[in-house]
């Protein structure tokens, strides 16, 4: 059974930081390409930052210099820092993972809240 289990969301001010983890569980995580999503209020799912196998890194433009993605697969999870947080970044934060061409596999979700 494949789980991944997102941890660290919460309510920080504008400027603050904070820090996202995933658990993966039932995969082969080293294999896999992991990315982190979010899904802003009436808005659609978008891309936040993806980490390949091989740890190449992609951000969205809107993150980029605020935003890191990182992995350690010795532990089977997957990272977010957040810095500079501005009330823009306030969305639920999905943790993805691919084995192109079927597998793609979702966590539940985490609310980040940036808010004075």
């Known amino acids: 059974q494949v789980q991944l289990v997102e941890f660290g969301g919460g309510l920080v001010q504008p400027g603050g930081s904070l820090r996202l983890s995933c658990a993966a569980s039932?995969?082969?995580?080293?294999?896999?390409?992991m990315g982190w999503y979010r899904q802003r209020p009436g808005k659609q799912r978008e891309l936040v930052a993806t980490i390949t196998s091989t740890s190449l890194t992609n951000y969205a433009d809107s993150v980029k210099g605020r935003f890191t993605i990182s992995r350690d697969n010795a532990k089977n999870t997957v990272y977010l820092q957040l810095n500079s947080l501005e009330p823009e970044d306030t969305a639920v934060y999905y943790c993805?993972?691919?084995?192109?061409?079927?597998?793609?596999?979702w966590g539940q979700g985490t609310q980040v809240t940036v808010s004075s």
């Open positions: 993805n993972a691919k084995w192109p061409p079927l597998r793609d596999y």
């Open positions: 039932g995969i082969s995580f080293s294999r896999y390409d």
